[in-house]
């Protein structure tokens, strides 16, 4: 089944989601996310904050500028 930007559920039938968009455009239906994502562990956050200081510290430039060049090239590469 298809899902909506923030991974919501979707009909997957045309016809059925251009009657259900009307619906709610209307105020016949309510539009319906499914449950909610549950929140984040902030232990968990805290622990990768910590990590990835670390790991910007211990790296080099050169390895930063060999990173940064794999990244802009995959970002300017075409999607041919």
Same mark, same amino acid.
């Given at each position: 089944?298809?899902?909506?930007?923030?991974?919501?559920?979707?009909?997957? +039938?045309? /016809?059925?989601?251009? /009657?259900?968009?009307?619906? /709610?455009?209307?105020?016949?239906? &309510?539009? +319906?996310?499914?449950?909610?994502?549950?929140?984040? +562990?902030?232990?968990?956050?805290?622990?990768?904050?910590?990590?990835?200081?670390?790991?910007?510290?211990?790296?080099?430039?050169?390895?930063?500028?060999? /990173?940064?060049?794999?990244?802009?090239?995959?970002?300017? &590469?075409?999607? +041919?």
């Amino acid at each position: 089944m298809p899902t909506g930007p923030k991974g919501q559920h979707r009909l997957d +039938d045309a /016809i059925g989601n251009a /009657i259900r968009v009307a619906q /709610i455009a209307t105020g016949e239906a &309510q539009e +319906d996310y499914g449950p909610e994502k549950p929140p984040k +562990d902030e232990g968990a956050a805290a622990m990768g904050r910590k990590g990835a200081a670390a790991r910007a510290t211990a790296m080099t430039p050169e390895r930063r500028a060999e /990173i940064a060049r794999g990244a802009a090239s995959k970002r300017w &590469q075409g999607n +041919d």
